[in-house]
T-cell receptor, first 115, second 115 residues
Framework: GNSVTQMEGPVTLSEEAFLTINCTYTATGYPSLFWYVQYPGEGLQLLLKATKADDKGSNKGFEATYRKETTSFHLEKGSVQVSDSAVYFCALSRLQDTGRRALTFGSGTRLQVQP | DTAVSQTPKYLVTQMGNDKSIKCEQNLGHDTMYWYKQDSKKFLKIMFSYNNKELIINETVPNRFSPKSPDKAHLNLHINSLELGDSAVYFC??????????????FGSGTRLTVV
């Protein structure tokens, strides 16, 4: 079945540091990949997505590249801010699952950015 | 505002009680979901309805019963509440289930505490 594996957190960084949160997936076919962000006390928000191999999703300074050869979709940001402190979820969905299966989420990675 | 809205935001209740959580979306989406998020932030799909039809019914105690009066509403009723039901419950919607090229839109969550 489909699965998503994320690095365990918390990830603690100083402001302006470089961020990488690793995400790898298991799925047959060609899934679409997503990163969601959950700020404290809020619901999940779609941060970025990529729907085919070698696509790069980007938003708010965050980027992730769909790497089919390594089945990965790592999230990166060049310079984090305190306001980026949140829980980040990697997720996948397959076109073949349309009508049958919901998004598969990873376990989430908490990011703490210190001033 | 277009959104997924859940009520109530907080719910504290005693063991054995029956409670409901309501969800409404005005995005014109066909599919709605209930997810449970535990204390470790892990997200687990519970139910999904597509145009008022139950599509996904994961291994959830039958004390949990979803009801969809129309495609814009998906409510969650819980009978005989137990301590282990304490969690944050998220409603979400998407244009259609699986929606490989689309993300989900989440509500802000209902924090249920059973005492």
């Amino acid at each position: 079945g489909n699965s998503v594996t994320q690095m365990e957190g918390p990830v603690t960084l100083s402001e302006e540091a470089f961020l990488t949160i690793n995400c790898t997936y298991t799925a047959t076919g060609y899934p679409s990949l997503f990163w969601y962000v959950q700020y404290p006390g809020e619901g999940l928000q779609l941060l970025l997505k990529a729907t085919k191999a070698d696509d790069k999703g980007s938003n708010k300074g965050f980027e992730a590249t769909y790497r089919k050869e390594t089945t990965s979709f790592h999230l990166e940001k060049g310079s984090v801010q305190v306001s980026d402190s949140a829980v980040y979820f990697c997720a996948l969905s397959r076109l073949q699952d349309t009508g049958r299966r919901a998004l598969t989420f990873g376990s989430g990675t908490r990011l703490q950015v210190q001033p | 505002d277009t959104a997924v809205s859940q009520t109530p935001k907080y719910l504290v209740t005693q063991m054995g009680n029956d409670k409901s959580i309501k969800c409404e979306q005005n995005l014109g989406h066909d599919t709605m979901y209930w997810y449970k998020q535990d204390s470790k932030k892990f997200l687990k799909i519970m139910f999904s309805y597509n145009n008022k039809e139950l599509i996904i019914n994961e291994t959830v105690p039958n004390r949990f019963s979803p009801k969809s009066p129309d495609k814009a509403h998906l409510n969650l009723h819980i009978n005989s509440l137990e301590l282990g039901d304490s969690a944050v419950y998220f409603c979400a919607s998407s244009p259609r289930i699986g929606s490989a090229n689309y993300g989900y839109t989440f509500g802000s969550g209902t924090r249920l505490t059973v005492v």
